[in-house]
Structure formats: structure tokens, C-alpha cells
């Protein structure tokens, strides 16, 4: 068969699988494949997404796949092309994503020849399911998560012949369906719920029926309802936290230390939903890993009321010191998002920082909080934002990043002409450098000699100029004016700077820290 026959048997595959998006960097041994597409593109049967860095194209193709749960190819061709998609593969792959990527090879007998851009990229991303036939897409789809098909392409590459590309059936792929329940849980220990990166609703759900405190991260999907707001903190200072008998966890909890040693005590009894892949310690013989759990009986309706009150004195003890920092910029973002809108977030502070302010929005309305959490890197955010944005029909996208994310993720907004572009806007909470550093160990005085230059690594960037550079419409804003400027209509990509200040977080997270401790124990 030939190169171009391979191309267009394969994209007729996706299409007839139901992909709907598929992005491209462009290249010579991928032509074929380039053309077949363009051709699928004009035709509606998908919509395509030319980008020239690889790296970028890889985390558009998560950021649709990630808010769609559809599979979405991303194509390149052949040598160091490859390798650029590595950050986003392995995020996929951490993250249960179903990103498929799709690699032009040259033919077998010019590997280790000196031939042109020709390396090892067989299986390049271990972990990945891989395979070197056309025919098995729909295999590496169907499995889920993340896969790599990898084509052997010869010359000639680009040949004329009628383009057959079929009309294809939709057919969603899942990223995974929710697992079945298994017996009840047996009705007496004192139980938190705890639900981590793509928990979902069951984590909710069972909270609610037991009459359990939801501890549940901004990107669960669960935190909505009666979920708390300051838990990490009321495990750190509550005697509540020391009460805990049972702790039963949904999804990939790694934001906070506080769930993470939580979720590593031996002395009492640990329910995982899910497998060791995604619970975030190492399990003892007190966790156990099921598919799925029903509630029985509600429980002791003191014990929830418990942890609400204390979680009700903690929120007023934060909000009252958190007015013009950080924090502030998160609320407003959180309080920003309509029914049905989607926030994608940056990892760092930003998430740490909804975290401990975000209030749960009501049941039903179908906002969407997502996040790169699979490996929590900062690289690409801004393409996997620009990629989950297209993906969802939306009244309202945001992103909510840092600086060093934003600039570290830049090439995220070069994107060409007739491109399809998002309303989304983009909230850079600016404070020149990686503050959360000075949270840490490495952040407490004894460091300060090298603390700025290894650590804070402040870059002085002009963050406006740069989306000038890009034709990106930017705005310095306050963060008491962040909310107000969130209301405005938006038409494409836009950026919002907010100045925030970083000398005094580690200060302003001690301060935070004593007054919760002082309230709840009144």
C-alpha cells in the first residue's frame, strides 16, 4: 500500500470512529497525512488545527481530549518532531487522556543509517500503547487513554489518486465510564470523602448519601454542593483530623500535603476508588482499591456538622486577610464562571490558591474545572486552555495561570491565520516569579542568599509586549477590578495581568494559617 493510501485509509478510519478534531504540525514524511486531512477538514468531516510547534500542537490535542473525554490525534512527522510531544503524552498518559499520537516514520531499513531526520521513535513514550499498523487506530482508541501509532511512510509521498474519505457515524469515545458499585461500605467510622483530580460526581454523590465532609479539589468535579471549602487547612489544625477513622478517595489527589499524608496513615482504614496509579502514596495493608462503593445508611449527622462548622469559621478567618493578595484573584475567577463555563487552571499557585477559596458551585450547572494534574507540570497550559475551550460549546472560558506558566507555555498563542480560535480569557495572576517556592522548605530565611536566582527565578518580562508580539489584546488590571473587567463581553483571546505581590506569601500563608487554627478552636 502506498504512503498516500495509508494516509487516507487511516483518516477515513477517524473519521468513521468518530474523531471530530485533529491537530497537525505540518512536515515533509507526514504529507500525506497532511493532505488527507486538509481534505477531511474541508469536507466537515473533522475539524483540523495546524500548529508548527509540536510541543504546543501535543497539549492542544490533550486540551480538546481532556474537556471532550474523545480521542484526539495529534500527527507529526518524523525525528526530533516526536520527541516534542513527549511532555503531553506523558501527562496523557498519567491523566487516563485519551491522546493518540500519530508519528511519520521512514522506512525501517534507514534506521541507523545516517539518513535525514531518521531516529529510534518506536515506542519513544513507554507506558504508551503503541503500534505500527494503520488498521489498528481504532485499537489504540478503544483502549483509552493514551496511544502512539507510528507509520513507516515511503517515497513517493505524495501521489495523485481519488480521495475516498467516507462520511462516518459519531461515536464518542469515553475516556473511561464510571465503575460499577460494589456492596455498601458498613455504616460506623467516623468517614471523610476525599476527591481528587477527575473524581467526579460518584464522590459527591456518596459524601451526600452518607452524610460524610467532602474534602474535594477545585478539578474533582465533585466540588459542588455541600463539598468544604478550607479542608486542607482543618487537617492541619482541626482536632476533627484526628477523629478521622475511614477516608474513602475518588480520582488523583495530589494538590495538597495535608490529603497526601491523610492518604498515607496506617492506622486507619483507606478506601481507593480506583487502582494504585492513582492513589498518591505508597498503599499499606489498611488501603484497599475497589471499582466502585454505594453508601448505606446515612451516618452520625453530627459528624458532618462538625466538620461544616469548623469549615464555615476557617472560610471567615481567610476571607477577612486575603482581600488585594493572590487569593482574591482566585475568588474572582472561581465567582467569574457561568453555568456551563469552563475554567482550565495552571498548576503552581493558582490551583493551590482556588483551592483554599473557592466556594462549590450548586449542583446541575454544568461548569467544567479542569486542570493538567496527570504530572502537574506547567508546560503547555496554555494550548491544553486553548484546546478545551474549542472543544466545549461554552458561555465563558478562562484560564487562570501564573506568569512563569504563561511565559513557559507563550508559543500556546502562535497560532496562524483562519485558524479556529476560542473566546477565552486568559488571567495571569503576575508576580514575577515562582512564589510558591517561597512556601516551601527552600523558601525560609536561612535560603534567602539563593532563594531569588535557583529558586523565585524572576524574569522581568514584559508580558503585554509579548502578546503584542502575538496580537493578543492585553490589560493590566487590579485584583478588586478583576471581577468587574471578567464581565466583559469577549470575542476571541484576551489577556488579563493582575499584578500580585510575592515578598510577603510566605508571611501572609502563616498569618492565614494562625487565624484559622484561633477559629476553629473558639
Not at 481519488?162 to 467516623?190: F, H, V
Not at 486542607?232 to 483530623?241: E, F, G, V, W, Y
Not at 499499606?284 to 458532618?304: I, K, M, Y
Not at 495571569?428 to 535557583?454: C, K, M, N, W, Y
Amino acid at each position: 500500500m502506498s504512503s498516500t493510501e495509508v494516509a487516507r485509509r487511516l483518516v477515513r478510519d477517524m473519521i468513521g470512529l468518530g474523531t471530530r478534531e485533529a491537530v497537525l504540525s505540518p512536515g515533509s514524511r507526514s504529507g500525506p497525512l497532511a493532505l488527507a486531512l486538509a481534505e477531511a477538514d474541508h469536507r466537515a468531516l473533522l475539524r483540523l488545527h495546524v500548529r508548527v510547534d509540536e510541543r504546543e500542537a501535543a497539549f492542544l490535542a490533550l486540551g480538546m481530549a481532556k474537556a471532550s473525554r474523545r480521542a484526539v490525534p495529534v500527527i507529526t512527522t518524523s525525528g526530533t518532531a516526536v520527541a516534542n510531544l513527549h511532555p503531553a503524552m506523558l501527562e496523557a498518559l498519567h491523566a487516563g487522556v485519551p491522546l493518540i499520537a500519530v508519528t511519520a516514520d521512514r522506512p525501517a531499513r534507514l534506521r541507523g543509517t545516517g539518513a535525514n531526520q531518521t531516529t529510534e521513535q518506536r515506542r519513544i513514550f513507554p507506558g504508551v500503547w503503541f503500534s505500527e499498523d494503520p488498521a489498528d487506530f481504532a485499537g489504540l482508541v478503544g483502549r483509552g487513554g493514551a496511544g502512539h501509532l507510528n507509520l513507516e511512510l515511503d517515497e513517493p509521498l505524495i501521489e495523485p489518486s481519488e480521495l475516498d474519505l467516507g462520511a462516518g457515524e459519531p461515536n464518542k469515545c469515553e475516556q473511561r465510564s464510571d465503575p460499577p458499585a460494589e456492596s455498601p461500605l458498613p455504616n460506623g467510622p467516623r468517614t471523610v470523602v476525599v476527591a481528587g483530580d477527575d473524581a467526579r460526581q460518584p464522590a459527591r454523590i456518596l459524601a451526600r448519601d452518607a452524610g460524610w465532609p467532602l474534602l474535594a479539589e477545585p478539578t474533582s468535579g465533585s466540588r459542588n454542593g455541600a463539598a468544604l471549602v478550607a479542608y486542607r487547612l482543618l487537617l492541619d489544625h482541626s482536632p476533627l483530623a484526628a477523629q478521622i477513622e475511614r477516608v474513602v478517595s475518588f480520582g488523583h489527589a495530589t494538590l495538597s500535603r495535608p490529603i497526601t499524608r491523610l492518604l498515607s496513615r496506617t492506622d486507619i482504614e483507606i478506601v481507593h476508588i480506583g487502582t494504585p496509579e492513582t492513589f498518591p502514596a505508597q498503599a499499606g495493608p489498611n488501603v484497599r482499591f475497589v471499582t466502585g462503593l454505594e453508601s448505606g445508611l446515612p451516618q452520625d449527622p453530627a459528624w458532618l456538622e462538625a466538620w461544616r462548622s469548623a469549615d464555615s469559621r476557617a472560610t471567615a478567618a481567610i476571607d477577612a486577610l486575603t482581600p488585594g493578595t493572590p487569593y482574591e484573584v482566585a475568588r474572582s475567577v472561581n465567582a467569574a464562571v457561568p453555568p456551563g463555563g469552563l475554567l482550565f487552571v495552571g498548576s503552581s499557585n493558582p490551583i493551590r490558591d482556588l483551592d483554599l477559596v473557592a466556594r462549590p458551585y450548586p449542583v446541575g450547572e454544568k461548569r467544567l474545572v479542569i486542570a493538567n494534574r496527570g504530572l502537574a507540570g506547567i508546560d503547555g497550559t496554555l494550548s491544553s486552555a486553548i484546546g478545551a475551550a474549542l472543544s466545549r460549546p461554552s458561555s465563558q472560558a478562562i484560564a487562570y495561570v501564573g506568569d512563569l506558566t504563561f511565559l513557559h507555555g507563550s508559543n500556546g498563542l502562535l497560532i496562524g491565520p483562519g485558524e479556529p480560535v476560542p473566546d477565552l480569557t486568559i488571567v495571569v495572576a503576575s508576580d514575577d516569579g515562582g512564589s510558591i517556592f517561597t512556601t516551601l522548605e527552600q523558601g525560609a530565611p536561612e535560603h534567602a542568599a539563593s532563594f531569588e536566582r535557583v529558586y523565585a527565578t524572576p524574569t522581568r518580562a514584559d508580558i503585554g509586549a509579548l502578546c503584542a508580539g502575538y496580537r493578543i489584546p492585553h490589560r493590566i488590571v487590579a485584583a478588586a477590578e478583576l471581577a468587574a473587567a471578567l464581565e466583559d463581553p469577549v470575542a476571541g483571546l484576551r489577556v488579563l495581568e493582575v499584578p500580585v505581590d510575592r515578598t510577603a506569601r510566605r508571611e501572609l500563608v502563616a498569618r492565614i494559617a494562625a487565624s484559622v487554627a484561633a477559629a476553629i478552636q473558639l
